[in-house]
T-cell receptor, first 113, second 115 residues
């Protein structure tokens, strides 16, 4: 079946612009996670959802970052007023239930110039 | 703060050599443990997982890992590596309780297998 998809795969934006990153999880998966991965590092947790409810957003770096999953399926991670330090790979993963293994998407490479 | 440590950042082996990648975590409660692999140009894929039961777990492609609770470790092993095992390997720890669910990843180990 179809895996987790993310779009766009690559995004170059100018400092100060807003960006929206999309994640389409595996159909029926309850949990959806967002991570940020810098070069040479492992994925760093940002936030996660069970269905449409945002269960934990403690990893979001500041209030410029927000996420939603309004219908319990597709999720959008929005970064407002982007800064160069936001440049990273943003990964989405979904899981059948909380605590189970996660299935990752290909990621979105964000570059802020 | 909770953390996951992968001590080997870059490992170079010849084909048929044995592999052991270290993973240690700092958390005293109940954990679920995972190893993920990222082949060049591909996304993260699950290699193996431990939730409970036999601390020696077997994954795909001949990999195995052993959970040693007293050492807070979950090391990955393979008796004989192949060139196709060249990839980056990430250890991950899931802390689950009634009121939180946290995933922490190590910084990764790049494995380069020479043919």
């Amino acid at each position: 079946g179809a895996g987790v998809s993310q779009s766009p795969r690559y995004k170059v934006t100018k400092r100060g612009q807003d960006v929206a990153l999309r994640c389409d999880p595996i159909s029926g998966h309850v949990s959806l996670y967002w991570y940020r991965q810098a070069l040479g590092q492992g994925p760093e947790f940002l936030t996660y959802f069970n269905y449409e409810a945002q269960q934990d957003k403690s990893g979001l770096p500041n209030d410029r970052f927000s996420a939603e999953r309004p219908e319990g399926s597709i999720s959008t991670l929005t970064i407002q007023r982007t800064e160069q330090r936001d440049s990273a790979m943003y990964r989405c993963a979904s899981s059948p239930e909380t605590g189970y293994e996660q299935y990752f998407g290909p990621g979105t490479r964000l570059t802020v110039t | 703060a909770q953390s996951v440590s992968q001590h080997n950042h870059h490992v170079i082996l010849s084909e048929a050599a044995s592999l052991e990648l270290g993973c240690n975590y700092s958390y005293g409660g109940t954990v679920n443990l995972f190893w993920y692999v990222q082949y060049p140009g591909q996304h993260l894929q699950l290699l193996l997982k431990y939730f409970s039961g036999d601390p020696l777990v077997k994954g795909i492609k001949g990999f195995e890992a052993e959970f040693i609770k007293s050492k807070f470790s979950f090391n990955l092993r393979k008796p004989s590596v192949q060139w196709s095992d060249t990839a980056e390997y990430f250890c991950a720890v899931n802390l689950v309780s009634s009121n939180f669910n946290k995933f922490y990843f190590g910084s990764g180990t790049k494995l380069n297998v020479k043919p």
